[in-house]
């Protein structure tokens, strides 16, 4: 009985990550690095692995995390929190009129800093409220003065869900 339960809940964050991806217009989410687009934070003189102010990063990541994940965002402004999201643009579009999106949302639990530009993120993601996918990874970057939730991390949602999808 448990274990039936825990597939059917396994099912639910798969089927969760394949409604917030797959969609007839993903061509779009290759990852070009978006370096030539990046803004380096101030640090101080000495290189670290953080930015100069890391609560106040992490505090960004976690709120336009739940901000992109949150099915009442309106899709520009996920654009925004989403690294080179103009070039994402028709695949957030797509989610907003899907019924089983709007009931997908994550809770960011850990940021860790790999650079003053970018962190690791471990989330669960979440539908209707229950967890789904516990200790998820993804990555946030730091593009044009805003954490982002990275191309990486939407691509490797498209993953866990099985799918193959061209540039992911």
């Known amino acids: 009985m448990v274990s039936q339960m825990l597939l059917k809940r396994r099912a639910a964050a798969f089927g969760a990550a394949a409604v917030l991806v797959l969609t007839p217009v993903v061509a779009g989410c290759s990852d070009d ?3 030539s687009n990046q803004v380096t934070p101030t640090t101080s003189p000495a290189m ?4 100069m102010d890391p609560g106040a ?3 960004q990541i976690t709120k336009n995390w739940t901000a992109f994940f949150d099915p009442k965002t309106p899709t520009a402004e996920r654009i925004k929190l989403l690294e080179n999201g103009e070039s994402m643009a028709p695949v957030l579009g797509a989610f907003a009129g899907d019924k089983n999106a709007s009931q997908t949302s994550v809770k960011v639990k850990e ?3 790999t650079s003053p530009t970018n962190a690791n993120v471990t989330y669960d993601l979440l539908v209707a409220g229950n967890t789904a996918l516990p200790d998820a ?3 946030s970057v730091f593009q044009n003065d805003t954490w982002k939730v990275s191309v990486q991390t939407l691509c ?3 993953q866990v869900s099985g799918a193959t999808v061209p540039g992911c």
């Open 111 to 113: 940021i860790d800093f």
């Open 156 to 158: 490797g949602l498209v």
């Open 48 to 51: 670290t692995d953080q930015p």
């Open 57 to 59: 990063a992490k505090a």
């Open 137 to 139: 990874k993804g990555t």
């Open 33 to 35: 690095n978006g370096s």
